[in-house]
């Protein structure tokens, strides 16, 4: 019973984070919230992070509590937590060990208890605060977790409900006055939680901790110098034009230099639990800053926050001549990164310029090889990713195609079939040698006659399906367009010159509403056993929620930015 304690628990404080990270999604940009209501603009959890702890994540500013469950509430599908709930109850009749059983258990408890919550007063009946100030940092390599709540009391109750179902009794102990709760068994490393002073902390830490580690965690000892004092995210927020609702950062130096040269006494403590060494990097210190000088991170935060639309972006860090390779590998492509149709999906990578970059570090690596055993994987990956570029296909198709972009205009049935209508990009530097390539896979283009700005072409081929829309191409001197259920030769030949997105885009997709709808019809018709009915309404609510849905990879100045957004109806 002990050993499924320590999953319990943990499991128990993850059920409360869909709600604070659902309503932090709605958090609206700086210059929105000037407008309306009045917003907590201190930042209680910022005292809590060491100026150099190696990682942490936190929020400034919260906004008005019934605004941010109006949009958690709006943002659900209807009924979606009932079928998931419904399916782990059919279940667990079918499980025979225990700790799975427990968590199965669990899981339902923790799902019964948010089934509940209707109103923001139930949100609070449960101790539960929406849109709350939470952080997630390191006492060195030693993780903290907190989040502010409405009611502690009530919040002790409502984990105490869950536990108590799940047929749980965490052990407790004390600290300076402080109770908390143990949620492992006998170990080296123990996870714990604690609620104080209307916050919820879970940690990590050595089984035996002394008591002076226990107040650190606790937050009972404050850090001589905390990120509010350095207005580290604050800065951090300015740089990559983050809103103040989420924000935060991976040092890559610090997480090394704790590994090898422990100086937080969280770090030390850990290892000497767990009898481990820190890492002799005596001999790789040069390689350890080659590589932290030119990936230094990753940062991470929200460039949109409100009722409207929400955007999350992930950034990982490199120096400048990284970026300004990765720039060069950037195409133009024809609608790439428009959002066009109802669903698209895009790839601008200048092959070519690709193989000569892998070349060009894979030289450097080997010309001046990471000299420490730990990173000699480096070395041979390096050869390898280079011996894959260097291949015939990748040749023959890196001179002609340079990216593509891939439209969905419409979506529909026809005689127990599913159509699609829109268009295929094909950006190359040679555009008749892109068709010569292309020949060999469908023969008939080759007989088309194509050339650059000429007449849009029927394309008939045997290897089409039977109702397939009418298939046509045209070519410029930079692409070629095939157009499913577009036979106007002006039409065809406009989307040659369709407008291409300024971001630096690598890659970029997005779904609209009508796709999941269209979609959800589709697959009503289409027999199979991986979907169920419930799978298919929640991509018809998906469709009545979201206006569109769009991820991207761009080349930022601070390197590679990974990127998710969202548009509510």
Known sequence: MKTNLSMAVSLALLSTLPLSACSEDNE????????????????????????????FMATRETKPEQEAFDLYRRMQPMGSLDADL????????????????????LLISMGEELDSVETLDDAHALGLKMGPQAALYGLGLMPVLRMELHDEDAFRETLQRILTKADLNPSTATTNGTEYWVL?????????????????????VPQDASDDLLAQVLGKTLPE?????????????????????????????????????????????????????????????????????RLPGLVMGMREYN?????????????????????????????????????????????????????????EVRENPFSCDEL??????????????????????????????????????????????????????????????????????????????????????????PDMPTLYA?????????GAGISDSATLKEELDAPVSERDLLLHGHMSGEFYHSLADVLEQVPTEELTESDIEMFKQYGDIYESMEYWFRVDDAGVEMSFSLELN
């Open 28 to 55: 609206p940009t700086v210059t929105a919230t000037e407008q309306e209501a009045p917003k907590t603009v201190t930042a209680p959890m910022l005292k809590y992070i060491p100026a150099d702890s190696p990682y």
């Open 86 to 105: 419904d399916e782990l109850r059919e279940t667990l009749p079918d499980i025979e060990d225990e700790v799975q059983r427990s968590l199965m258990t």
């Open 184 to 204: 492992t068994p006998e170990g080296p490393i123990k996870a714990i939680l604690a609620i104080d002073d209307q916050q919820l902390l879970v940690s990590m």
């Open 225 to 293: 110098s905390n990120i509010d004092d350095t207005g580290a995210l604050a800065e951090l927020e300015q740089r990559h034009d983050f809103t103040p609702y989420g924000a935060g950062q991976i040092f890559s130096s610090r997480l090394f230099n704790e590994l090898s040269t422990p100086t937080h006494q969280g770090t030390q403590a850990l290892m000497e639990a767990v009898d481990a060494e820190p890492l002799d990097l005596s001999s790789c210190q040069a390689d350890i800053d080659r590589i932290t000088s």
């Open 307 to 363: 009722d409207e639309r929400m955007e999350m972006n992930l950034i990982l860090e490199t120096d400048e001549d990284i970026v300004s390779d990765l720039r060069a590998l950037t195409t133009q492509v024809p609608g790439f990164g428009s959002a066009g149709g109802m669903a698209s999906f895009g790839l601008g990578l200048d092959l070519p310029v690709l193989t000569q970059t892998i070349q060009k570090y894979a030289r």
């Open 376 to 465: 000699q994987d480096l070395n041979s990956s390096w050869n390898e990713i280079n011996m894959t570029v260097n291949n015939p296909i990748t040749q023959m198709m890196g001179s002609s195609l340079s990216g593509f972009n891939a439209r969905i205009d419409s979506l529909a049935m026809k005689n127990g079939d599913p159509i699609a209508t829109g268009v295929l990009a094909l950006a190359s530097q040679n555009p008749m040698s892109l068709l010569s390539t292309a020949s060999t896979f469908l023969p008939e283009l080759g007989a088309l006659g194509l050339e650059p700005g000429g007449e849009a072409r029927k394309i008939k081929s045997t290897l089409l399906p």
């Open 474 to 482: 045209a070519m410029s001197d930079t692409a070629i367009v095939l």
